[in-house]
């Protein structure tokens, strides 16, 4: 192959037909709903087991190692590999191996840098031999991440998300499965070293057997400045979530220290849980629908209504059925008990989950219709905020303060809503409403019985019975719609 000469298929190309665009991305879309509901409940069963044989400071210890890497992970690309999934014309040699080149240019670079300030990282956060090693596995886990990009790519551009989730699986599974071995055999931090090696190599080879590519190394100063066109604003707009998130926990670590992190962490990833079920993969198709239909006001506005109601529908009551049974499910597993103190955080984590599940479909919405400005100077109010009140709050009330922080924030979503109000008359109460009250109503029953939930068995039955109380409310809350709510959902009308 000449280095000029396109790759075989460029489904980006406006020539490519749209019946065949469609159909690959509806496969797509079933395609990462079902990679995503079975790595949920992989890492769902994982976490729990983790959670049990771990202790908190070994999970903290995790989280802020974990913390450090991704932070170096944002400076090894500069927004070139988002450039050739969004490039309009055919990808040729050269647009790969000048990505390929320039990422493992910058990958080797930010490793150099990690190894060498070894040692002031240790000093910082107190870190212990084991956490070092953990630091570098997850260090050269970048490295093997950065060879698969290209592979990945190719996947992508050509929709077949089919075969880009079979990796993804397979990383997950062997992962989730490792950590919780080594953490049985009472390995501690060295869990999570040997589970992120382990989990680094199988991702690379899969991805190669499923799509062969040939790394080369090369520069094109034309194909380089047509992809830096695009990467470098795109990756200017993450770069503030960068430093809102992995950056406070880093800044945080030494406030609140690893146990401390280890609470939040504990937290903020159960409070989380039914969005990485549900949210991420809506918003994956809801952002190329918003697109298409920019151009009327009316279906737009149904369509960021629908949206909001699925969401609502499905997350409202697992953040209250959590909330409600996250004590009783404690006491009730001894060696669970141990994650008493993190019971606070995780309600306000939940708190915020609840208002993430309106505010990121509606971010989602304005890039969709071109406010790309708009998201941004949100993004700049919120990494404002975080900056302003966590870092106080955590002296203050310590790992409980950064938990409230993040309930306050969550609050501001109230300025996205006024701003897609603004724009498209969302009816907000009439999406919110049935399901928030639904969910009320079946916290309410949830809590009167929730003295007698003195073993596995009772919880396991009351979460049954608490999703049958949430439909048969829902049910006489918008009797016949809602089964046409659900109807549209499976099979949309022409």
Same mark, same amino acid.
């Given at each position: 192959?000449?280095?000029?000469?396109?790759?075989?298929?460029?489904?980006?190309?406006?020539?490519?037909?749209?019946?065949?665009?469609?159909?690959?991305?509806? %496969?797509?879309?079933?395609?990462?709903?079902?990679?995503?509901?079975?790595?949920?409940?992989?890492?769902?069963?994982?976490?729990?087991?983790?959670?049990?044989?771990?202790?908190?400071?070994?999970?903290?210890?995790?989280?802020?190692? %974990?913390?450090? /890497?991704?932070?170096?992970?944002?400076?090894?690309?500069?927004?070139?590999? @988002?450039?050739?999934?969004?490039?309009?014309?055919?990808?040729?040699?050269?647009?790969?191996?000048?990505?390929?080149?320039?990422?493992?240019?910058?990958?080797?670079?930010?490793?150099?840098?990690?190894?060498?300030?070894?040692?002031?990282?240790?000093?910082?956060?107190?870190?212990?031999?084991?956490?070092?090693?953990?630091?570098?596995?997850? =260090?050269?886990?970048?490295?093997?991440?950065?060879?698969?990009?290209?592979?990945?790519?190719?996947?992508?551009?050509?929709?077949?998300?089919?075969?880009?989730? /079979?990796?993804?699986?397979?990383?997950?599974?062997?992962?989730?499965?490792?950590?919780?071995?080594?953490?049985?055999?009472?390995?501690?931090?060295?869990?999570?070293?040997? @589970?992120?090696?382990?989990? =680094?190599?199988?991702?690379?080879? +899969?991805?190669?057997?499923?799509?062969?590519?040939?790394?080369?190394?090369?520069?094109?100063?034309?194909?380089?400045?047509?992809?830096?066109?695009?990467?470098?604003?795109?990756?200017?707009?993450?770069?503030?979530?960068?430093?809102?998130?992995?950056?406070?926990?880093?800044?945080?670590?030494?406030?609140?220290?690893?146990?401390?992190?280890?609470?939040?962490?504990?937290?903020?990833?159960?409070?989380?849980?039914?969005?990485?079920?549900?949210?991420?993969?809506?918003?994956?198709?809801?952002?190329?629908?918003?697109?298409?239909?920019?151009?009327?006001?009316?279906?737009?506005?149904?369509?960021?209504?629908?949206?909001?109601?699925?969401?609502?529908?499905?997350?409202?009551?697992?953040?209250?059925?959590?909330?409600?049974?996250?004590?009783?499910?404690?006491?009730?597993?001894?060696?669970?008990?141990?994650?008493?103190?993190?019971?606070?955080?995780?309600?306000?984590?939940?708190?915020?989950?609840?208002?993430?599940?309106?505010?990121?479909?509606?971010?989602?919405?304005?890039? +969709?219709?071109?406010?790309?400005?708009?998201?941004?100077?949100?993004?700049?109010?919120?990494? /404002?905020?975080?900056?302003?009140?966590?870092?106080?709050?955590? /002296?203050?009330?310590?790992?409980?303060?950064?938990?409230? @922080?993040?309930?306050?924030?969550?609050?501001?979503?109230?300025?996205?809503?006024?701003?897609?109000?603004?724009?498209?008359?969302?009816?907000?109460?009439?999406?919110?409403?049935?399901?928030?009250?639904?969910?009320?109503?079946? =916290?309410?029953?949830?809590?009167?019985?929730?003295?007698?939930?003195?073993?596995?068995?009772?919880?396991?039955?009351?979460?049954? +019975?608490?999703?049958?109380?949430?439909?048969?409310?829902?049910?006489?809350?918008?009797?016949?719609?809602?089964?046409?709510?659900?109807?549209?959902?499976?099979?949309?009308?022409?």
């Amino acid at each position: 192959m000449s280095e000029s000469q396109p790759v075989e298929l460029d489904p980006g190309t406006p020539e490519i037909d749209l019946h065949q665009v469609k159909t690959r991305s509806i %496969s797509g879309v079933l395609a990462l709903t079902s990679r995503t509901f079975l790595v949920q409940v992989i890492s769902f069963i994982a976490t729990f087991f983790l959670t049990v044989f771990l202790s908190p400071q070994d999970y903290g210890t995790f989280f802020l190692v %974990s913390a450090v /890497v991704n932070f170096l992970t944002y400076f090894s690309d500069i927004g070139l590999a @988002a450039a050739l999934i969004q490039k309009k014309d055919k990808l040729t040699r050269q647009d790969l191996t000048t990505t390929f080149t320039i990422q493992q240019f910058l990958v080797l670079l930010l490793l150099f840098l990690l190894f060498a300030n070894t040692g002031f990282i240790r000093s910082q956060y107190q870190l212990s031999s084991a956490a070092i090693y953990l630091m570098w596995a997850l =260090g050269l886990s970048l490295f093997l991440s950065s060879l698969k990009t290209i592979p990945s790519i190719l996947l992508e551009r050509d929709l077949q998300f089919n075969k880009l989730v /079979v990796p993804q699986i397979l990383e997950n599974l062997v992962f989730n499965l490792s950590a919780v071995y080594f953490a049985w055999k009472g390995w501690g931090i060295n869990t999570f070293t040997f @589970a992120v090696l382990a989990r =680094g190599f199988t991702g690379l080879i +899969a991805i190669y057997i499923i799509s062969p590519w040939k790394p080369g190394l090369g520069l094109n100063r034309h194909s380089l400045k047509k992809l830096l066109n695009f990467g470098l604003p795109y990756q200017a707009n993450t770069f503030l979530a960068v430093i809102k998130d992995d950056g406070m926990t880093l800044f945080l670590g030494k406030l609140i220290g690893q146990t401390g992190l280890g609470y939040i962490g504990w937290a903020s990833r159960w409070a989380n849980m039914p969005l990485r079920f549900f949210m991420d993969n809506i918003t994956k198709v809801a952002f190329p629908a918003y697109a298409r239909v920019q151009h009327d006001p009316q279906v737009l506005k149904k369509g960021i209504e629908k949206t909001i109601f699925y969401l609502a529908l499905v997350s409202f009551p697992a953040f209250v059925g959590m909330a409600v049974l996250a004590l009783p499910l404690v006491n009730t597993i001894p060696r669970y008990q141990k994650w008493l103190p993190a019971l606070i955080p995780l309600y306000l984590y939940l708190f915020n989950a609840a208002w993430a599940t309106i505010s990121t479909p509606l971010t989602n919405a304005l890039n +969709a219709i071109g406010k790309i400005k708009i998201t941004f100077k949100l993004m700049i109010m919120w990494t /404002v905020l975080t900056w302003a009140l966590m870092p106080y709050l955590a /002296v203050k009330l310590g790992f409980v303060g950064v938990s409230l @922080a993040a309930a306050i924030i969550a609050t501001s979503s109230i300025i996205v809503m006024y701003v897609i109000y603004r724009l498209v008359k969302v009816n907000f109460i009439q999406s919110l409403l049935a399901p928030t009250l639904a969910s009320f109503f079946m =916290g309410s029953a949830l809590l009167v019985i929730t003295p007698y939930l003195t073993s596995l068995p009772r919880i396991i039955v009351t979460i049954f +019975a608490g999703a049958f109380i949430y439909f048969i409310s829902l049910y006489l809350l918008q009797g016949k719609q809602l089964f046409l709510d659900l109807k549209n959902l499976i099979k949309p009308n022409r």
